[in-house]
């Protein structure tokens, strides 16, 4: 059986303590057709030097800079070659049959999804991800995190997959680009499924493909900069993706939102400054605006958003 071209992209940051484990998940997929590319994001431990030492196999891109995850996968993606791209982290482990699962998943399904996701678990077994989807105030969340690893059993429609784990066929790229290099960390899977879903593209949740997400550190050494990214890139979503009716709609309850958080929350500063950042970057936003609007296949109205107004 020909089985189509796979390449796998890690990204990696600081981490010499896990990097070993999730290659060597990978080493151990029943998939063959499949290469590895590992995109070091300038680290200061020993991560290339185990990379290069034990898994020859794996090809290493080393940045010259700590420029984030977006660019890190764009990086990979230019210089790759597969039919599929599967994005993940260095900090989840891959059951064998977890490509396998995915590929069926894509060729059997009615809607011939180009972008497909597993159930991502956590170490105590429960859920972390069966998919993701997005409040129309541009929120996403992963659904059944914290649920018991046997609910979720079923395959449906999502609005996004994360980047944790995420399968894509190359063609999708070809048609509304990459990850938003901007998006330093964090929203760049949520925007990236976001367009692909205004440009007619299906997303689906296999829950017969496993992985296991350790969820390192990365995050927690971010410290308070995570909320910053958080504000910053899901503001600049809502402008670049929402029809122009359900923007302003949506932006001004975001708005709202984001207002009482800066007076009664914490990490005020850090809100505050990622307002400002979109304010000083508008013009620029805006020419991706109307990149991603003429691309534009699916309304507002028919895309699976969560709402808080109760449609699905």
């Known amino acids: 059986m020909n089985l189509p071209s796979i390449d796998i992209i890690i990204c990696a940051y600081n981490n010499q303590d896990i990097i070993s484990q999730c290659l060597d998940h990978i080493h151990a997929l029943n998939y063959n057709n499949k290469k590895c590319i590992v995109v070091d994001d300038k680290s200061t431990d020993n991560t290339v030097g185990i990379i290069r030492q034990k898994y020859p196999w794996a090809r290493v891109i080393e940045k010259k800079e700590h420029s984030g995850p977006s660019i ?23 059951k064998p049959y977890f490509l396998d699962n995915l590929i069926e998943s894509m060729k059997k399904n009615s809607d011939k999804p180009e972008i497909c996701g597993g159930k991502l678990l956590l170490m105590d077994k429960t859920i972390d991800s069966a998919g993701g989807e997005i409040l129309k105030i541009g929120v996403g969340f992963d659904r059944g995190h914290g649920a018991k690893e046997i609910e979720y059993s079923d395959g449906s ?12 066929k190359r063609y999708v790229f070809d048609k509304i680009g990459l990850f938003d290099d901007t998006y330093f960390y964090g929203h760049e899977d949520t ?107 699916v309304k507002d109205k028919h895309l699976p958003f969560s709402s808080m107004f109760g449609q699905r």
Request: glycine share 4%.
């Open 191 to 297: 925007d990236f499924c976001w367009r692909a879903r205004i440009a007619g593209f299906k997303i689906y949740y296999e829950p017969n493909a496993i992985a296991y997400h350790y969820k390192n550190r990365t995050i927690r050494n971010m410290g308070k900069d995570v909320y910053y990214y958080g504000v910053r890139n899901r503001i600049r979503s809502l402008i670049k993706n929402h029809e122009f009716a359900t923007l302003i709609i949506y932006l001004p309850l975001y708005t709202s939102y984001l207002l009482f958080s800066i007076i009664f929350g914490s990490y005020r500063l850090q809100k505050i400054k990622a307002v400002w950042w979109n304010l000083t970057n508008i013009r620029e936003t805006l020419k991706e605006r109307n990149k991603i609007q003429a691309l534009r296949k």
């Open 72 to 94: 890190s996968r764009n990086l990979a993606i230019k210089s790759s070659s597969g039919k599929y791209i599967l994005f993940l982290d260095s900090d989840v482990m891959v």
């Open 157 to 168: 429609e999502v609005m996004y997959i994360p980047s944790a784990a995420m399968l894509v």
